[in-house]
């Protein structure tokens, strides 16, 4: 039996479920992965309510692309990309760490933090949000935060260690102005090949249905 866990998030109170954590351990089965039971428990209760604050049931409802407004995949969800750069994260440091004695990483870090470094795009990718940004960009910017500003804000409110805070802020161009744990630099290169790959097997979309449509100014 898991200890009950409340988010709070966007004045939202939520309470995560059993069912809940069941949801999100279905869409990405490599939380298991993580030894640690309470690290393993924060990830399914940040993500369970990052999703319930959000206008998202699953993560597969979300865009399956790297930014808002690029191309999606043409087939896969964005919890398959989540999966697979935490995959090709956890195979490198394995390489690594078959090849030098001296290679130390955190597993659980690397897995906890590969299965978050997106949850703030449940904010950035909401077409609600998209929709205002757009209508106005000089009010709250275009898009107001991006999705490694938010992921900080829903790790450290759902307690997740530091570490995967900084997987979340840091993965992406953001990082470019801090020094990358070890683990979040696994996890910047897994993320920058899963798109460079992708992108040269010619597995993203000719076109964009997810973006809601830009309404034209008279
Ligand atoms: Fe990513």
């Not at 993500?47 to 930014?67: H, T």
């Not at 935490?86 to 030098?100: G, K, N, P, Q």
Request: aromatic share 8%; proline share 5%; hydrophobic share 40%.
């Amino acid at each position: 039996m898991q200890e009950e866990q409340t988010v709070r998030l966007r004045g939202k109170t939520v309470v995560v479920t059993e069912e809940m954590r069941q949801k999100v351990l279905e869409e990405m089965p490599e939380i298991a992965w993580i030894s640690d039971e309470g690290l393993k428990a924060k990830v399914l209760g940040a993500w369970a309510g990052a999703l319930a604050a959000s206008g998202f049931d699953r993560i597969g409802d979300m865009k399956p692309s790297g930014n808002y407004d690029s191309m999606p995949l043409r087939a896969g969800t964005q919890a398959d990309h989540m999966r697979s750069v935490t995959r090709l994260a956890v195979a490198m440091a394995e390489e690594f760490d078959s090849l030098l004695p001296g290679f130390k990483y955190d597993r659980d870090i690397l897995i906890a933090g590969g299965l978050c470094h997106d949850i703030g795009k449940v904010w950035e990718f909401d077409p609600e949000n998209v929709e205002r940004w757009r209508a106005d960009p000089s009010n709250s910017g275009m898009p107001s935060i991006r999705h490694p500003g938010y992921g900080v804000h829903i790790c450290l409110t759902a307690e997740l260690p530091e570490e995967v805070a900084h997987i979340a802020g840091a993965h992406s161009g953001e990082g470019e102005l801090l020094t990358r744990s070890l683990e979040n630099t696994i996890i910047h290169w897994a993320d920058y090949s899963f798109w460079k790959i992708i992108e040269s097997g010619g597995q993203l979309a000719d076109r964009d249905d997810w973006l809601p449509p830009e309404k034209k100014a008279h």
